[in-house]
């Protein structure tokens, strides 16, 4: 019975990485694509907002949520920072 809790526990540290991983991705997205549009009223609280939360689970999360997090949040910047391809449809 020990073997098997410890096996929901690793499963369950997993579970809770990736969950870090795609929040802070859908979050870095949406402050990403909302901050261009936005007032600078608007633009400093998302600024504020994400690296608030960012600072938030980097002092009471565990490290590797904490990372997972960051490293989402760090490929919604990449994402949101690559040119764009101009898709020519020639018929």
Do not use: H
Request: without cysteine.
């Amino acid at each position: 019975m020990g073997d098997f809790i410890q096996i929901l526990g690793v499963i369950g540290f997993l579970i809770r990485a990736l969950g870090f991983l795609v929040a802070g991705y859908a979050l870095g997205k949406f402050t990403f694509d909302s901050y261009g549009k936005a007032n600078w009223q608007l633009q400093i609280a998302l600024a504020l907002g994400f690296f608030g939360l960012l600072i938030g689970l980097t002092a009471y999360t565990s490290p590797a949520s904490s990372g997972m997090f960051a490293l989402g949040g760090g490929a919604a910047f990449l994402m949101a920072t690559m040119p764009k391809k101009n898709e020519d449809k020639s018929e």
